[in-house]
């Protein structure tokens, strides 16, 4: 006997009053527009670690992890949109994350701890974005100045300033060309960096190849969980109810063809970037690729047009990486501080926006800046947040939602995954404390030096 439909908590009806729906989250969107949204979200300049990441698990390992974690995802975010699917279906449409989880599983606390963990990702990844968008900047500048005076900081201020102006698009849906664009350019600089790799190992000056692990047993435990982390970390997202949002009701079926767009995009890339890396530079890979072809010392290991391009491509695609990752905050400010009987572009709508969405470029930008060394930092916020959101909570909420019986496929596989990613997830959460730990002594504040 089936249970009666429940109300929805968050009733449709609310959309009428709410200016995060009706002006962010605007459903109007096609599959491929979600497929943009998701690859800009999944695919960008971090796969150029995957090198680094599979020197702590070795060729085998690696593209073991590689795999299980592609394939896991996948999965977590079908069976996300398939949950969405059935809430809408039910007449309980649900458009964030937050009031998904605290819907199925019947929890208040439950809107409160999504919400916390997606801004602690979303403004981690901001600030990253805009951090490595400064770094790239800088490489550009010091390649064609070096002695010249503006440091990392300055290059920071400058990006900032570009977000804050392209952070008055209005809703999610006012990205899909730019994420378009952005789909173009991770292709684009995994191209340029890949045949940059294929060309120097098949070359006389290639770098002599060692694929060892760490010495001790503990070393290659603590390198292997922090290659996991980094993987996880890659793959996620934590925003995938807002990206499907976006699309134009009824969503059924929609979601799964932008995933099939967003995981072709995956293959290509992922794969080839980690495996050319690592095949020439080994245990020597960089925690970005680009590093190795650009040694402090001695000529670039690839011709430099090439290394400027890959540098403007992801530079670009940075700022795409930033809006994308800023929409649940817009969507959070809107809620709060617009009057959805006025028009989106009515002064009295316009100006809050214009302020408020200033004001969280500018701290985002003021902590970049502030923090070089935000990558450890990130990394130990990956570790607590995308798990949780993205291996963990998508199979919880299918078997509370559909209830397969304890002695089904479906149960038992989910239950395994839920177990071994929250194992994996701590291990990975104290591999990049103890990171951070190691590396405080580094640590500047307002540095022009980014840790690495």
């Known amino acids: ?8 908590p968050f009733p449709v009806t609310r959309l009428e009053s709410d200016a995060g729906a009706l002006f962010v989250l605007q459903s109007k969107g096609e599959w491929w527009h979600a497929g943009f949204h998701l690859t800009t979200a999944i695919v960008g300049p971090t796969i150029l670690t995957l090198p680094n990441a599979f020197r702590g698990l070795g060729w085998w390992l690696g593209f073991f992890c590689l795999t299980t974690m592609g394939l896991v995802t996948f999965y977590a975010y079908y069976l996300m949109s398939k949950v969405l699917d059935h809430c809408e279906k039910s007449g309980r449409r649900h458009i964030r994350f937050r009031e998904l ?7 208040g606390w439950m809107f409160y701890v999504v919400i916390f963990i997606q801004t602690a990702i979303n403004t981690g990844i901001g600030i990253g974005a805009i951090l490595l968008a400064g770094q790239c900047l800088d490489i550009m500048y010091s390649s064609l100045y070096p002695q010249g005076s503006l440091k990392l900081y300055e290059f920071i201020a400058m990006v900032t300033a570009v977000m804050i102006v392209l952070s008055q698009l209005p809703s999610f849906h006012s990205l899909r060309h730019i994420n378009f664009v952005s789909l173009l350019l991770s292709l684009g600089y995994t191209f340029l960096v890949v045949g940059a790799c294929i060309n120097l ?18 070393g290659k435990v603590f390198s292997a969980f922090t290659s996991i982390s980094i993987i996880a970390a890659i793959f996620g997202n934590g925003i995938l109810p807002e990206i499907q949002a976006t699309l134009a009701p009824p969503a059924t079926g929609k979601m799964l063809k932008g995933l099939l767009l967003c995981y072709s995009v995956i293959f290509f890339t992922f794969y080839s970037a980690a495996v050319s890396g690592y095949w020439v530079f080994g245990k020597n ?54 009057d959805t009987t006025k028009g989106i572009f009515s002064k009295r709508n316009l100006v809050p926006r214009l302020i408020l969405r200033s004001l969280y470029m500018a701290f985002c930008g ?8 935000f990558g450890d930092i990130n990394a130990v916020v990956g570790a607590f947040g995308f798990i949780p959101l993205d291996f963990v909570l998508p199979m919880l909420l299918y078997n509370m939602t559909y209830k397969p019986t304890k002695r089904s496929f479906t149960y038992w596989i989910n239950m395994t995954i839920m177990v071994v990613f929250t194992c994996a997830g701590l291990m990975g959460a104290f591999s990049s404390v103890r990171k951070l730990v190691l590396d405080a002594n580094k640590f500047k504040l307002f540095s022009s030096e980014v840790v690495d």
């Open 201 to 218: 190992g098949l070359s006389k000056n290639a770098p002599k190849r060692d694929y060892s692990l760490e010495h001790s047993d503990s």
């Open 101 to 107: 989880a605290a819907d199925v599983l019947g929890s």
């Open 285 to 338: 890979s960089s925690s970005n690729i680009l590093k190795n072809l650009m040694p402090d010392e001695g000529p670039t290991l690839a011709p430099i047009v090439v290394i400027g391009l890959a540098v403007i491509f992801v530079l670009l695609q940075l700022f795409a990486i930033g809006l994308v990752y800023s929409q649940v905050a817009y969507e959070i400010m809107e809620k709060k501080s617009a």
């Open 366 to 373: 003021f902590m970049a800046a502030m923090l070089p060394f």
């Open 1 to 8: 006997m089936t249970d009666p439909p429940r109300p929805d």
